[in-house]
């Protein structure tokens, strides 16, 4: 028997088809897996450097516990600028986490159609924010949007004085 007739037989051709279905399901699952690991890690840096922020806080040990809502977003932000210190610039969200986004030269930031500069950024400011996360828990913001201040009589978009959900 020759090694071409030995692998062209049907037993030895459906094993070397099952260990490719089994192949294909490792590299599906190892997939799966470092997604869930970096977006856990995410997380868990955002909350260690989230706490090391407020630090001088004495809540700050109970806001893990109290916090409400869903997971973190490693890839964007949306809400209200409390402080800017270029080229890190605080956002609250709804949820009233707070989290930290890199302004970087890269960074594009748009006012309705215009691009603008990050000095266009200030404090009460609505934006949504979309970029990468790093291993210190914070955004770098690839793109920002300024959004429009509503019309008088009608709440913000996301104030850091707006309901918990």
């Given at each position: 028997m020759s090694?071409?007739?030995?692998?062209?037989?049907?037993?030895?051709?459906?094993?070397?088809?099952g260990l490719g279905i089994l192949l294909i399901a490792l590299v599906i699952f190892q997939?799966?897996?470092?997604?869930?690991?970096?977006?856990?890690?995410?997380?868990?840096?955002?909350?260690?450097?989230?706490?090391?922020?407020?630090?001088?806080d004495p809540r700050s040990f109970f806001a893990p516990f109290m916090h409400r809502g869903d997971d973190i977003n490693p890839h964007g932000a949306v809400g209200e600028i409390v402080s800017m210190n270029l080229p890190l610039v605080m956002i609250k969200g709804p949820n009233?986490?707070?989290?930290?986004?890199?302004?970087?030269?890269?960074?594009?930031?748009?006012?309705?159609?215009?691009?603008?500069?990050?000095?266009?950024?200030s404090i009460g400011s609505q934006v949504v924010v979309i970029g990468e996360p790093n291993?210190?828990?914070q955004i770098q913001a690839e793109l920002v949007r300024i959004m429009p201040t509503p019309p008088s009589g009608f709440p913000p978009m996301m104030s850091?004085?707006?309901p918990r959900r």
């Amino acid at each position: 028997m020759s090694i071409k007739t030995f692998f062209q037989t049907n037993s030895v051709s459906k094993i070397i088809g099952g260990l490719g279905i089994l192949l294909i399901a490792l590299v599906i699952f190892q997939a799966g897996a470092f997604v869930g690991y970096h977006k856990g890690a995410f997380s868990s840096n955002w909350n260690n450097n989230y706490m090391m922020r407020d630090a001088d806080d004495p809540r700050s040990f109970f806001a893990p516990f109290m916090h409400r809502g869903d997971d973190i977003n490693p890839h964007g932000a949306v809400g209200e600028i409390v402080s800017m210190n270029l080229p890190l610039v605080m956002i609250k969200g709804p949820n009233r986490a707070e989290e930290v986004i890199i302004v970087g030269t890269s960074t594009t930031i748009r006012n309705f159609r215009q691009t603008v500069s990050a000095s266009d950024l200030s404090i009460g400011s609505q934006v949504v924010v979309i970029g990468e996360p790093n291993d210190k828990g914070q955004i770098q913001a690839e793109l920002v949007r300024i959004m429009p201040t509503p019309p008088s009589g009608f709440p913000p978009m996301m104030s850091s004085s707006s309901p918990r959900r």
